[in-house]
């Protein structure tokens, strides 16, 4: 770059904004991250397009090198203790290869922010905590992105996409909402989980009471959900389902960083195990969907799926590029 | 209930055509834009002379991309990346007069790059695993130990510190190099002397 026109703003070479965004992408991953450093760096993924790019740009690779943990797996494999967490599996073969490989530090979490709006994301197959300052917390799963914002009167998440289990110090005064769409939440004490796909939302409530609000086009309708209440809402429809504490719980599981299928048409687990994982799973034949699943598996272990697909299921399974494709 | 191909896409929530926030036009431009860039930096070595400036070209071009993406998502995201790259050499020839007009040497054979069939996905996809092998490969050898102690094993920074016997300071100058060098490898740009510590 000449750099000898005085017109023209300081112009930072692409070297230098990559490399500063690959120092933010490690920083990020591999050392403590203070609020102070969310700051800073907000600050800077704010001061331009370039900036914003080159983040991208940076942790889109990252995540494919991703698929290198996947290759490894069998050479570097090692138990992962984690307190409070033991895998159940009806299947011992399931449980050799339940092993953790995909450390946090897989999970490019992005922070992304905006004036007065926290925008909080995390990559396919990641998982967040997020403590907001009213005790309050928001636990974000798989490819999820919500916006919160926090004034003296009201606290706010919308979330964009993805999924997100909320915790909620109730306060009159400053009502918790989430919106989702052209859906509302309300919490009037309450933890619940909200999902959104991209054509249907689903809540569940674990404890407490949620006001849901609507609009359909010009009609607008509301809910009172309580305890148990599981509430799915299409563009077509909306349902109020009751579930068991069990049912619950298993909805709950990915925190623990598992699935469980109980009975679970192939089909419905594969659409499940795919929203973790940009190496996808596809099931070729109807008859081979239909076919139910069980067992508590780790979201991060596409193996050990796999290998229940093809022992116990007798599936073939064979990799296609960027899929994993089960077939009779 | 969930169509398979429906996810097997990301979600789908980048639509043609609909204007975009900023995450999602980050999504869309890691899913649709990024794959070009092999495409792009060949073009660009190919019709720039000067090849130290290639790179900042490349950010330039994306950064219009991306902006104009976040007014409204371009329906044919190759066409549009190559399009916007031949209006910018064309522009550079004609506001820099410093640069001799040859310096671009064929815009007009730009149609060729357009009409391109698409990339077969699944080939790409095949060889990605062999090509991020070899990319890690590439990386010096501290280099490389600290990104693979940070990917593959899973240790934190002061982890990384303490099994390579260095200060952590200079971890993060590791995997900063690698997370950089990797990121222009992955993204299919390699050209030498790009990736040392």
Same mark, same amino acid.
């Given at each position: 770059?000449?750099?000898?026109?005085?017109?023209?703003?300081?112009?930072?070479?692409?070297?230098?904004?990559?490399?500063?965004?690959?120092?933010?992408?490690?920083?990020?991953?591999?050392?403590?991250?203070?609020?102070?450093?969310?700051?800073?760096?907000?600050?800077?993924?704010?001061?331009?397009?370039?900036?914003?790019?080159?983040?991208?740009? &940076?942790?889109?690779?990252?995540?494919?090198?991703?698929?290198?943990?996947?290759?490894?797996?069998?050479?570097?494999?090692?138990?992962?203790?984690?307190?409070?967490?033991?895998?159940?599996?009806?299947?011992?073969?399931?449980?050799?290869?339940?092993?953790?490989?995909?450390?946090?530090?897989?999970?490019?979490?992005?922070?992304?922010?905006?004036?007065?709006?926290?925008? &909080?994301?995390?990559?396919?197959? #990641?998982?967040?905590?997020?403590?907001?300052?009213?005790?309050?917390? &928001?636990?974000?799963?798989?490819?999820?992105?919500?916006?919160?914002?926090?004034?003296?009167?009201?606290?706010?998440?919308?979330?964009?996409?993805?999924?997100?289990?909320?915790?909620?110090?109730?306060?009159?005064?400053?009502?918790?909402?989430?919106?989702? #769409?052209?859906?509302?939440?309300?919490?009037?004490?309450?933890?619940?989980?909200?999902?959104?796909?991209?054509?249907?939302?689903?809540?569940?409530?674990?404890?407490?009471?949620?006001?849901?609000?609507?609009?359909?086009?010009?009609?607008?309708?509301?809910?009172?959900?309580?305890?148990?209440?599981?509430?799915?809402?299409?563009?077509?429809?909306?349902?109020?389902?009751?579930?068991?504490?069990?049912?619950?719980?298993?909805?709950?599981?990915?925190?623990?960083?598992?699935?469980?299928?109980?009975?679970?048409?192939?089909?419905?687990? &594969?659409?499940?195990?795919?929203?973790?994982?940009?190496?996808?799973?596809?099931?070729?034949?109807?008859?081979?969907?239909?076919?139910?699943?069980?067992?508590?598996?780790?979201?991060?272990?596409?193996?050990?799926?796999?290998?229940?697909?093809?022992?116990?299921?007798?599936?073939?399974?064979?990799?296609? #590029?960027?899929?994993?494709?089960?077939?009779? | 209930?969930?169509?398979?191909?429906?996810?097997?896409?990301?979600?789908?929530?980048?639509?043609?055509?609909?204007?975009?926030?900023?995450?999602?036009?980050?999504?869309?431009?890691?899913?649709?834009?990024?794959?070009?860039?092999?495409?792009?930096?060949?073009?660009?070595?190919?019709?720039? @002379?000067?090849?130290?400036?290639?790179?900042?070209?490349?950010?330039?071009?994306?950064?219009?991309?991306?902006?104009?993406?976040?007014?409204?998502?371009?329906?044919?995201?190759?066409?549009? $990346?190559?399009?916007?790259?031949?209006?910018?050499?064309?522009?550079?020839?004609?506001?820099?007069?410093? $640069?001799?007009?040859?310096?671009?040497?064929?815009?007009?054979?730009?149609?060729?790059?357009?009409?391109?069939?698409?990339?077969? @996905?699944?080939?790409?996809? @095949?060889?990605?695993?062999?090509?991020?092998?070899?990319?890690?490969?590439?990386?010096?050898?501290?280099?490389?130990?600290?990104?693979?102690?940070?990917?593959?094993?899973?240790?934190?920074?002061?982890?990384?510190?303490?099994?390579?016997?260095?200060?952590?300071?200079?971890?993060?100058?590791?995997?900063?190099?690698?997370?950089?060098?990797?990121?222009?490898?992955?993204?299919?740009?390699?050209?030498?002397?790009?990736?040392?510590?």
């Amino acid at each position: 770059m000449s750099g000898a026109d005085p017109e023209k703003p300081i112009v930072e070479s692409a070297r230098d904004v990559d490399r500063q965004a690959a120092s933010w992408l490690q920083r990020q991953n591999f050392w403590n991250w203070t609020t102070e450093d969310q700051a800073q760096f907000t600050f800077w993924l704010d001061q331009s397009t370039t900036h914003r790019i080159a983040y991208v740009r &940076v942790s889109d690779a990252w995540n494919r090198t991703h698929r290198l943990t996947i290759l490894r797996a069998p050479m570097i494999a090692r138990e992962v203790e984690r307190t409070g967490l033991r895998i159940w599996s009806i299947f011992s073969k399931a449980v050799a290869v339940l092993i953790v490989i995909v450390a946090l530090g897989a999970t490019a979490v992005i922070y992304l922010g905006a004036p007065h709006e926290d925008v &909080v994301a995390t990559a396919i197959g #990641g998982h967040r905590l997020v403590a907001l300052q009213d005790g309050s917390t &928001v636990e974000l799963g798989t490819g999820t992105v919500v916006r919160i914002s926090q004034t003296n009167d009201a606290r706010t998440v919308k979330l964009d996409r993805g999924e997100a289990y909320f915790q909620v110090k109730h306060d009159a005064a400053r009502p918790f909402t989430v919106t989702a #769409g052209d859906h509302q939440l309300t919490d009037l004490g309450t933890k619940f989980i909200v999902r959104r796909d991209p054509d249907r939302l689903d809540v569940s409530v674990m404890e407490g009471r949620v006001l849901f609000d609507t609009k359909q086009g010009s009609l607008r309708q509301v809910a009172l959900l309580t305890t148990g209440d599981e509430l799915v809402a299409t563009e077509k429809s909306i349902t109020r389902l009751k579930r068991s504490p069990q049912q619950l719980s298993d909805r709950l599981a990915w925190r623990r960083g598992v699935l469980v299928f109980k009975n679970t048409p192939l089909i419905d687990a &594969v659409a499940e195990f795919n929203r973790y994982h940009s190496k996808k799973l596809v099931v070729l034949d109807s008859g081979a969907g239909r076919l139910t699943i069980g067992g508590t598996f780790e979201t991060n272990n596409i193996l050990a799926f796999t290998e229940v697909a093809q022992d116990v299921l007798g599936l073939r399974v064979v990799g296609r #590029g960027d899929e994993i494709v089960l077939s009779r | 209930m969930i169509e398979i191909q429906e996810t097997s896409v990301g979600g789908a929530d980048a639509r043609a055509g609909a204007s975009m926030n900023a995450p999602q036009v980050d999504t869309w431009f890691a899913r649709e834009v990024l794959p070009l860039e092999a495409a792009l930096m060949q073009f660009l070595q190919h019709n720039w @002379r000067n090849k130290s400036d290639v790179a900042d070209l490349r950010q330039d071009i994306y950064v219009l991309v991306y902006e104009s993406a976040l007014k409204q998502i371009p329906d044919k995201p190759k066409q549009f $990346v190559f399009a916007t790259a031949r209006h910018l050499l064309v522009d550079r020839v004609r506001r820099e007069q410093i $640069v001799p007009i040859e310096a671009v040497a064929d815009l007009d054979a730009l149609d060729v790059a357009m009409d391109e069939p698409s990339p077969d @996905r699944q080939v790409i996809a @095949r060889d990605e695993l062999k090509h991020l092998q070899a990319a890690l490969d590439r990386l010096t050898p501290r280099c490389r130990e600290a990104v693979v102690l940070g990917r593959i094993e899973g240790l934190s920074g002061v982890e990384i510190a303490e099994r390579m016997g260095i200060n952590r300071s200079t971890v993060s100058k590791h995997l900063t190099d690698g997370l950089a060098a990797l990121a222009d490898m992955i993204h299919g740009e390699a050209p030498e002397g790009r990736v040392k510590s």
